[in-house]
């Protein structure tokens, strides 16, 4: 519609027809808004030379406008991605499965982006929703945790280089010796 317009304005003989060419094969993704301004070039080349040069421009300008800016938003508003990536997609999907690929990557990316959010994304978010906070501090499962241990107000005693053998003179240490209960605040 933008080409045959365009056209028309500028007087272009066979407009209409020019501009269904490059419609019609806008339709292969990635080369056919390129492959039918060539073929509107050359037909304009054929028939009316001296326009060759407006539609050649007109052809490279609304190929632009369409593939940089016009389809990936409507291409996003449809399937809920980012336009930036409907281009990436796209783009992947051609350099490694041709037109194909083109056609099929970005519902199979939304697809994919689908189940990571359902199988991921979400569960993963639900789980940090569910922790608790205690004075700044995660608290995953009150019933796991065991009593709080409180250390004692003073320093333990240091104990006496004992060596690998024991003591020095081949007693044992006492571990038994009363030790100081901890303090709770």
């Known amino acids: 519609m933008l080409n045959f317009l365009a056209m ?11 501009a269904f060419i490059i419609g019609l094969t806008t339709t ?11 073929l509107a070039v ?5 028939a009316a030379p001296e ?10 300008l609304v190929q ?4 940089n800016i016009l389809a990936p938003r409507v291409m996003s508003q449809r399937v809920g991605l980012e336009p930036l990536l409907v281009i990436v997609y796209t783009a ?3 350099v490694m499965f041709g037109v194909v690929g083109a056609l ?13 959010v359902h199988l991921v994304i979400e569960p993963y978010t639900d789980s940090l929703r569910s922790v608790r906070t205690e004075e700044g501090l995660p608290v995953i499962r009150e019933e796991a945790r065991p009593n709080r241990i409180y250390l004692p107000a003073s320093p333990p005693e240091p104990r006496q280089n004992q060596g690998l053998g024991g003591s020095a003179g081949g007693e044992r240490p006492n571990n038994n010796a009363e030790r100081p209960a901890p303090q709770r605040p």
């Open 8 to 18: 028309a304005v500028l007087g272009v003989p066979n407009a209409a027809i020019l």
């Open 28 to 38: 292969i993704p990635m080369i056919g808004g390129v492959l039918g301004g060539v």
């Open 42 to 46: 050359l037909i304009t080349l054929m």
């Open 51 to 60: 326009h060759t040069l407006a539609v050649a421009l007109i052809a490279f």
């Open 64 to 67: 632009q406008f369409e593939g």
């Open 92 to 94: 992947v999907g051609f």
């Open 104 to 116: 099929i990557a970005v519902p199979i990316m939304k697809t994919v982006h689908i189940l990571l």
